[in-house]
C-alpha cells in the first residue's frame, strides 16, 4: 500500500502542486524555505486523511495518529476511521516498520476472512510469535494441521455429556457456596463487580480444566498467585502486539523491564501447571482418583494421540493454559459491562425480572422469600430466559469480550468489497466498531436495545459475520453455548437477589456516604480518648489495661492505630518499641525524671505531636 501510495504523489494533481511549489521555494531565503516545506508537509499530510482516513506523514506515516488514539478510547478511534472509510482502511506505519495493516469492519470482509478463504488468512508466524510463551502449541497459537487435530479433539470432549454435566455443576456449585455468600457479605458496602466476576469465572475455568478449586471467590477475596501471574503474562503479552519485536524479544531474552515480569510470571504459572499434572497422573495411577472426576485434563490423560501416545505433559500444559485463557476473562469483562448497562437502563432490568419471576412462577414459586437461598435455577429454565439471552447478546454487541482481532494473509489477495491485500499483510478485523456501524445496526446502532434480538418474544441470534464477538467459520468459540449458560445462570442468580448500582461513591460500614475525590482524615488523638473504643476510663493513663495475667497483650491496629495498620503498617513498629524500652529503662534506672513545676505541657499543631513548650525536667539522680 505504501508503494501505490508514493507513486500516486507523482502522476496527480499533486505532482503539478508539487513542481510549482517547489519552484516558489527556489526563490526564497533557507529560513523562509523550512517555513514553507514543513507548512507544505503538514497541509499535505493532513491532506491525505481524505484518501486514506488518516494523515499520512513522511517516515512516520500514520502512527502520530496512532499514539494520540491510544492515549484515550482507540476503539472508538478506530471506529471512527471505519466510518469515515466505509468499513476499511490501510494502517500505514512508520518505514521499515511491521505496523503496515488492514483493518475492516465490513461483515463481507469478515466471512471471506473466516470461512470462504479460511485458509488464506491464518493467525501466521507473527501472531503465534507473540503468543508462544503462553500459549505454547495449543488451539488458540496453531493454524494448519496442527489446530484441525486440537480442534477436533478439543470439540468432542467438550460436547460430551459427562464434560457438560461437570460444566453445569461446576457453575451451581460457584455460584451458590462461592459467589452468593460473597455478595452477601458485600451488601451496601461499595466493591469491584468486575475483580469478583472475574474471580468466578477464573475457579470456574481451573474446576473445568483441571478439576481443581482455587479458591480465589471466597470471603475476604484473597490474592491469588497463580491468578496474578496469568493476569501479568496476558497484560504483558498485549503489550507485545505495539513493541517492536527486536525490542521486546531482546527484553524477555535478559528477563528486563516488563518482559521480565512476563517471564517470572510465565516461570510461576508453569510450575503450578505442571505440579497439578504431576498430582493427577499420580492420583490416577491409584484407582480410587480414576472414576470421580471429568475435568479436560484428566480426560487427556485418558486418551492416546493419534499413533496411540499418551499426551506429553507439555501438550497438557498448553491444554490447560488455552483453555484457561479462553474462558477466564471473556465472560466476566462481558458481565461486566452488562450490569453497567443495566444501571443505565433501569427498564431492562425490570423485564428481566418480569422474565426470571414469571419461570419461577411456572413452578410454583410465589416470590415471598420463601426457600430463598436454596432456589437454583434449572437447566431447562436457562434455557427459557430468552430476554435474558437478548441482552446479553446486546451487551457483547456493543462491548465484545475480544474487541479486534487479527490474521495474517498468505497470498495476494481481494477483499469482497474491492481492498487489495498484499501478501504477508496483516489484517486486523474490528469488533467494537461492527457494533457501532450504522450500516449494520441501522441508525440506533448505539443505543442498548435487546429487543433487536428478539422475534415474536422469542430469541433470534444474527449471522456470526455480522456479530463475530464468538468468532465464526471454522474458528467459531468452542465455549459459546457454555458461556451463554453460564452468563445466564450467574445474572439470574445474582439480579433475583439484588440490585446492583453502579457508584462512584465509597460508603463506610456505618453508612455514612463519601463523595469521590473527598478527603479522609482520620483522628488518632481522639480515638484513645473515644469511651466507646476504650471504656469509661479512657482518659485515664492505665497501662494495666495491656496486660493479661502479667503478659503484655497487644491491641488490634484498628483501635490502636499509633503504628498505623493494613499493608502500610509501621516497619519500624518493633524496632521503635525496642529502642524507647531500651532508652526509658536505661534512664529511669539511673534517675527520677521530675517534670519543672508550672511547664506548661500541651500538644503542638503539627504532623508529629510534638509538645509545644518542650519538655522541661529536673533529674534527680537515684
Ligand atoms: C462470553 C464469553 C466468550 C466469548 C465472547 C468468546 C469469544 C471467543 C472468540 C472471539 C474466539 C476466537 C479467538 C481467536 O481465535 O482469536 C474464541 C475462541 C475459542 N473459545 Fe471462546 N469465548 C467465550 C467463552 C469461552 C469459554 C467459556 C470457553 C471454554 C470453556 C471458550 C473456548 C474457546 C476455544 C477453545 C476457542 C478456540 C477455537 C479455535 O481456535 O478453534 N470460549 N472465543
Redesign the pocket.
Known sequence: MNSSHHTALFHTPDATITSSFLQILSEIPFGGFLLALSTFVVIHSLGQQRRHGLAVWPVLGMLPSLLIAIRGNAYEWATGVLVRTNGTFTFQGPWLSNLQCVVTANPDNLKYILKTKFANFP?GEYIQGLVRDMLGHG??STDGEA?RH??KR?SLQ?HSAELRAAMAKSVIELTHLRLLPVLESLVNIPFDLQDVLLRLTFDN?CM?TMGINLGGLSLGLPKMPFAEAFENITEVIALRFITPTALWKAMYHFGIGCEGKLKRSQKEADEFAYEVIRRRKAELSSLSGEKSRSDLLTVFMRLKDENGNAFSDEFLRDLCM??IL??RD??SV?LAWFFWLLDQNPVVEEQILAEVRHILEDRGYGGNGEGENTLVFRPEEVKRMEYLQAALSEA?RLY???PV?FKEVTEDEVFPDGTTLKKGIKVMYSLYSMGRMESIWGEDCREFKPERWLKDGRFVSESWSKF????GG???????E??YY??KFVVASIIHRYHVKVTEDEVFPDGTTLKKGIKVMYSLYSMGRMESIWGEDCREFKPERWLKDGRFVSESWSKFPAFNGGPRLCLGKEFAYYQMKFVVASIIHRYHVKVFPNHLVVPKLALTMYMKHGLKVILEKR
Do not use: E, Y
Open positions: 493467525k488451539i488458540f489446530w486440537h480442534r478439543t467438550l475455568v473445568i488455552n483453555f479462553a474462558g471473556t465472560s462481558a457483547l465484545p469480550s475480544v482481532d463475530p464477538a464468538f468468532n471454522p474458528r467459531l468459540c468452542l465455549g459459546k457454555f458461556a453460564q452468563m
